[in-house]
């Protein structure tokens, strides 16, 4: 299967701890994008990259919150100081970012729980 | 600011059609989708509409107007297996979508 995959799909952490996640998109997809999810609600956009650059930063996320994307293949999203609102589920989608092609592929998410 | 509205919950039966709405107000427009999300699930791509219009995808339908910021999903013949939460979400940038808060449908039988 060569779909969206993500790295954990679940991590308990103490509040103040550090968590990355990773996600590795599908190959030939250009874009991807983070997007944090809790119960009840759309997918919020975090940030996404085209190609090595990130592009848009939703300004929702605090500095504790970081992305990269080093070689324009899997990105990692990093975490600081982690606080009990950030607990949520972690998604990430990869598109071709063609013009006028606007569907996105989700991973199965990383669920965080911070304690 | 963006805002999308639709509503919460839908409730139909076995073989019938629904319509999930959308209204939007967002300082950009590209184009809405449509995601359909199981629970316990990622949510899965549906349709995309720039145009204003109706586009037909087997059982689902998705329809646009930009005039009035509105958009439907329509889903026919319905299976127990669309109970699901739906998602509309306006792309706003080139790389950034707004998605509402979703409609969760049961399908009953």
């Known amino acids: 299967d060569t779909g969206v995959s993500q790295d954990p799909r679940h991590k308990i952490t103490k509040r103040g701890q550090n968590v990355t996640f990773r996600c590795d998109p599908i190959?030939?997809?250009?874009?991807l994008y983070w997007y944090r999810q809790t119960l009840g609600q759309g997918p919020e956009f975090l940030t996404y990259f085209q190609n090595e650059a990130q592009l848009e930063k939703s300004r929702l996320l605090s500095d504790r919150f970081s992305a990269e994307r080093p070689k324009g293949s899997f990105s990692t999203l990093e975490i600081q100081r982690t606080e009990q609102g950030d607990s949520a589920m972690y998604l990430c989608a990869s598109s071709l970012g063609l013009a006028g092609v606007n569907e996105q592929f989700f991973g199965p998410g990383t669920r965080l729980t911070v304690l | 600011g963006q805002s999308l509205e639709q509503p919460s919950e839908v409730t139909a039966v076995e073989g019938a059609i629904v319509q999930i709405n959308c209204t939007y107000q967002?300082?950009?427009?590209?184009?809405l989708s449509w995601y359909q999300q199981h629970d316990g699930g990622a949510p899965t791509f549906l349709s995309y509409?720039?145009?204003?219009g109706l586009e037909e995808t087997g059982r689902f339908s998705s329809f646009l107007s930009r005039s009035d910021s509105y958009g439907y999903l329509l889903l026919q013949e319905l299976q127990m297996k669309d109970s699901a939460s739906y998602f509309c979400a306006v792309r706003v940038e080139a790389g950034k979508s707004t998605f509402g808060d979703g409609t969760t449908l049961t399908v009953k039988p």
């Open positions: 509409n720039a145009l204003d």
């Open positions: 190959s030939e997809h250009n874009r």
């Open positions: 967002t300082s950009g427009f590209y184009g």
